[in-house]
């Protein structure tokens, strides 16, 4: 929808193209009081506090460095606990969920469904386009 949108309202005069790389990536949800200590020992040359990530904030980090491991790091969280969206080429998503979880051992990380993350969701009410949310003048019934 947005690519398609995108296209449409776009100056055709700009140098810009739109293409929809969805497919291309994953993401990956780390949340919870351990989750900054959990993303400082992947990402060894960042500091995740607060202060130097407010809410939103977004950066391309390298896992490895050596091997060229290139991320794009969000603040934020669905499940209304301190969080990051962690979205990565599918092509390395395995190696990166196994650094992960290898890494919270220690910090007590456990893999989360959709089922659990949605019921934290809703918990903190955090609200949901556009089952809950969305631009339609009239309300569901």
């Known amino acids: 929808f947005l690519?398609?949108?995108?296209?449409?309202?776009?100056?055709?005069?700009?140098?810009?193209?739109?293409?929809?790389?969805?497919?291309?990536f994953c993401c990956f949800g780390?949340?919870?009081?351990?989750?900054?200590q959990l993303l400082s020992s992947v990402f060894?040359?960042?500091?995740?506090?607060?202060?130097?990530?407010?809410?939103h904030s977004i950066s391309c980090l390298y896992v490895h460095p050596e091997d060229q491991l290139k991320t794009l790091v969000v603040r934020q969280s669905i499940t209304g606990e301190l969080g990051w969206e962690i979205h990565v080429e599918k092509k390395?998503?395995?190696?990166?969920?196994?650094e992960l979880i290898k890494n919270g051992e220690e910090l007590g990380v456990h893999p989360f469904g959709s089922y659990a993350m949605n019921s934290?969701?809703?918990?903190?009410?955090?609200?949901?386009?556009?089952?809950?949310?969305?631009n339609?003048?009239?309300?569901?019934v």
Do not use: H
Request: net charge negative; aromatic share 8%.
């Open 3 to 24: 690519c398609r949108w995108m296209n449409t309202c776009m100056d055709r005069s700009a140098d810009v193209v739109v293409e929809n790389s969805t497919d291309q």
């Open 30 to 36: 780390v949340a919870g009081p351990r989750s900054a």
């Open 44 to 55: 060894s040359d960042d500091v995740f506090t607060n202060k130097d990530w407010p809410l």
């Open 92 to 98: 390395s998503a395995a190696g990166l969920y196994a």
């Open 120 to 134: 934290l969701r809703m918990e903190n009410g955090i609200r949901q386009w556009p089952t809950e949310v969305s």
């Open 136 to 140: 339609s003048p009239c309300c569901s």
